[in-house]
Nanobody, 119 residues
Framework: QVQLVESGGGLVQAGGSLRLSCAAS????????MGWYRQAPGKQRELVAS???????NYADSVKGRFTISRDNAKNTVTLQMGSVKPEDTAVYYC?????????????WGQGTQVTVSS
């Protein structure tokens, strides 16, 4: 099996910073990409940022210039450094990994970590 475990969520004031981390473990053959999604109440889950093995990154327009994603491929970890946070960043943040497991590429998800930004 494969597990993704997140850490680092919590309550932060608008304009502040927060760091989310995620570690993948288990029977991992290879990881193509890791990233972060978020889901606010009443809204669909959306991509926040992702990073591929070649170092390329994708960011949602709403977080460009404020958030930075990074990976440690040797440790199978991904980190989201959140800066200049806004109340609209409040959501449950989910770690995602596109992982080769048991003969195929699959999407794996963490359990989610709550981020609340107060105004």
């Amino acid at each position: 099996q494969v597990q993704l475990v997140e850490s680092g969520g919590g309550l932060v004031q608008a304009g502040g910073s927060l760091r989310l981390s995620c570690a993948a473990s288990g029977s991992i053959v290879s990881i193509n990409a890791m990233g972060w999604y978020r889901q606010a109440p009443g809204k669909q889950r959306e991509l926040v940022a992702s990073m591929y093995n070649d170092g390329s990154r994708n960011y949602a327009d709403s977080v460009k210039g404020r958030f930075t994603i990074s990976r440690d491929n040797a440790k199978n970890t991904v980190t989201l450094q959140m800066g200049s946070v806004k109340p609209e960043d409040t959501a449950v943040y989910y770690c995602n990994g596109k992982i080769y497991y048991n003969g195929s590429w699959r999407n794996f998800w963490g359990q989610g970590t709550q981020v609340t930004v107060s105004s």
